[in-house]
């Protein structure tokens, strides 16, 4: 099990950018898939990017594709997810999750505000 911590949501106009950061914390994250989820209201949860953390893989929702980029960085233990030109339609919660090898994501972070102003 890993702990996550999200942080970096904010309010931002249309056009701008914002960088999330998910502080990982617990077991090593060598085996796992670490992603990115997103749930504006009245909407289900969506995938929105992941990253294996030993090698570095990356995958990508075609909404966000070209617009946002996940990282990792090894030392700080931390994820990444750079948002740029934000749409009002990635107004959600920003959540930062955990799959252990070929699992399910079971370890799930609070949740940061994103919120983006036409």
């Known amino acids: 099990q890993v702990q996550l911590v999200e942080s970096g949501g904010g309010l931002v106009q249309a056009g701008g950018s914002l960088r999330l950061s998910c502080a990982v914390s617990?077991?090593?994250?060598?085996?796992?898939?670490m992603g990115w989820f997103r749930q504006a209201p009245g909407k289900a949860r969506e995938f929105v990017a992941a990253i294996k953390w030993s090698g570095g893989n990356t995958y990508y929702a075609d909404s966000v594709k070209g617009r946002f980029a996940i990282s990792r960085d090894y030392a700080k233990k931390t994820m990444y997810l750079q948002m740029n030109i934000l749409k009002p339609e990635d107004t959600a919660v920003y959540y930062c999750?955990?799959?252990?090898?070929?699992?399910?994501?079971?370890?799930w972070g609070q949740g940061t505000q994103v919120t983006v102003s036409s």
């Open positions: 617990g077991r090593s994250a060598s085996s796992y898939t």
């Open positions: 999750a955990a799959a252990y090898g070929q699992g399910s994501y079971d370890d």
